[in-house]
Each structure stands twice: as structure tokens, then as C-alpha cells.
């Protein structure tokens, strides 16, 4: 203040004192006939404020915090997402719904970063079950899903690829990485992918069955229980049938002209990725994702119970039978 001048186009002073008991914000009005009569010798005004000015009346502010780390942490009891690389595959009906929960979980703050991977375009079919609406139409899923949450969270580091992920040398050069793809030949891919690597890093799945009867999420990581290939049998004369069965009939299939699809309401995808998510939560609170498998089951739905539990690896698993 003895030799800076630029305060003196303020109309007041404000400050803000971090403390333990919170923010102590306070201020004072700079008298606009003084600011123009210090101009030329601006630490008058600081003596102005120790002698006559000293009954300035000095006024107290509320502040409100916004930044990321009071954001993301705010209604959590744990550390959040936080500094974590995070690489999710599949920015699809699931996908659109999981990105939000990681953002709102910290993904892509701090030195973090939030990696989507998708090579499809968002198509009228996908509307009804996607987070995404009409002004990403024919647009890039990946792109529109990072563009979206960018406007929502600014902060947040996210990135886009609409690259193939097979193609992508370094997917799990990362802290997490999770295939929303709901896609069981891409799931058993980056499944065998991660054993092939060798890669520590974990493999959160989570995909729908049927027309959305159930949801299922699935924990791995290294070599400790069972990957995404050992939920399905693979002895002698079995034909990849399920371990844990699920549903009681095939699922209905619709076909509009050429095309043939599972159709399964917005709330299966919402569901599966809610699992996903606590999933998730349950390893940055306690450490451990445990149970690992997880089914959660539409309350009307009449399918084969199957409790949450932490699978073994089946001994002639042709995916990691052989892993280390
Ligand atoms: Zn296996």
C-alpha cells in the first residue's frame, strides 16, 4: 500500500482469513475523494486510515465455497477420485450414466484425469436410454459425453478418444479402469488383455442381463479371484454356460427393419451403473471392493437368485488359468 496504487481504483477492501472455524471475511469502503486526493502519494492513504480515516466502518461477509475439492468431498466420509487416473471403455447407455457418477466422485481433479473411450456416433436408438439428448445426435459418444460434463464441472480434467480400444497401447496405464461396454466379447478382450500385461491395475465391469432383469458388476484385479472369463464354465463338454445363472429364459429380442436388438428400459443402464459406483465407493472407503461379484436384481423379475460374493478362479479358465 506505501508504494502500489492500483488499489486506489477500488471502491473497497475486502479480506478473507482461512481459519479453523471457517472463513473470516471482513471489508471497508475507500473513500472515493480521498482515493483522488492520494493519487499521487498512495501510502497517504494508509496514514489517512491510522489517524482520521479510523472510523471507517468495517463491514463482514459471508463467503461460499465452490472449489473442486469442497465439491467432490463435500458428502463424503472418504477420500474421493481425486488425483486418480481413471480410463473408462464404453460411453454407451451405461457409460453415460457411470462418467457423471465418477465426476461427481472427483474423477479428473487434482493431478487426476478422466479418460473416455468409445469409437461410436450417439444414434436415434440410443436417445432413449442414453444421458445424452438431441443436440449430440450423430455426434461422437465419447466427445459429446467429455464436452457435457466439462460444461457442468470445468475443473475436471476429462479426456475423449474415439479411437478403437483395441488399438489403445496404453489402456491400462492407469489407476482404474472400467468397461462399461456391457459387451461380453469386448469384456473378455480387455479381460485377456489385462492378464496378457500382467497389469496390476483394476478391471471394474459392469454390464446388464437380459432385458434388464438384472444388473451385474464384477471386481478384478491381478490374479487374486476369479476374471471375467471364469463366469463362465470351461471344462470338458462344457459349452461356456454360465457359473451362476441368472435368468430363467432367453431374452427377447425386437427387430425394427434390418436391425436386431435387446431392448431394456433407461432404468437397467441407470441401475448398472449405480452398482458400478458403489462398487467403486466400497474401495476408496474401506480398501477393498469386496464382494467383488455382484448381482442386484429387479425387484419384479423372475430370475435365479445369485448373492454377492467374491469368486474363485476356475482351474481351467482358458483366460488366466495360466496368469501369475
Ligand atoms: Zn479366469
Known sequence: MN????????????????????????????DGYMRTSFKRRPSGFLQHLHKRGGGTAVFRYSVVEAGSDFVHSRNLSFPD???KKITLVGCGAIGSYVVPALVRLGAGTGSGSLSLIDDDTLWPENLGRH??????????????LKAELSRQFPMSKILASDENVAELPKLFDADLVIDATGEEAVSEMLNARRLRLSSRTPLLHAWILGNGEAVQALWTQGVKGACYRCLRKSGPGDLKEE???????PPKRKQIACHAFTPFAVSA?????A?????????????????RFRTRIADNADVHKVKNQDPERLSRCPACSDAR
Not at 471502491?11 to 469502503?29: D, I, Y
Not at 457359473?243 to 429364459?249: I, M, S
Not at 443402464?269 to 451403473?273: C, E, I, K, P, T
Request: aromatic share 14%.
Open 131 to 144: 444421458s445424452l439428448g438431441y443436440p449430440s445426435l450423430f455426434k461422437p459418444k465419447s466427445a459429446e
Open 3 to 30: 508504494s502500489d496504487r492500483s488499489y486506489l481504483q477500488y471502491g473497497l477492501v475486502t479480506f478473507a482469513v482461512h481459519s479453523l472455524a471457517g472463513w473470516l471475511c471482513f471489508g471497508f469502503e475507500l
Open 275 to 291: 452398482l458400478a459406483t458403489e462398487v467403486l465407493v466400497d474401495w476408496l472407503e474401506r480398501g477393498d471392493p469386496s464382494p
Open 81 to 83: 477420485l481425486k488425483n
Open 243 to 249: 457359473r451362476y445363472p441368472v435368468l430363467k429364459a
Open 269 to 273: 443402464a441407470m441401475n448398472a451403473a
